[in-house]
């Protein structure tokens, strides 16, 4: 999985997505389970079509 974190106009979000559909958005406050996901941060959101796709939105 990989974790995005964009920098939108409502605040800073996660977008978490894998190879085949994007899983989730939150807020960066918010609380997620990420320690019991296996998730790499990518800091080019053209790394994953899914993230991208969904910062492009």
Do not use: Q, T
């Not at 939108?8 to 019991?36: H, N, Q, T, Y």
């Amino acid at each position: 999985m990989y974790m995005y974190y964009y920098d939108s106009p409502m605040g800073v979000m996660k977008l978490c997505a894998d190879e085949e559909s994007l899983l989730g958005v939150w807020f960066d406050e918010e609380r997620i389970a990420e320690a019991s996901l296996d998730i790499e941060a990518i800091e080019n959101l053209h790394d994953n079509k899914h993230i991208s796709d969904a910062v492009c939105w």
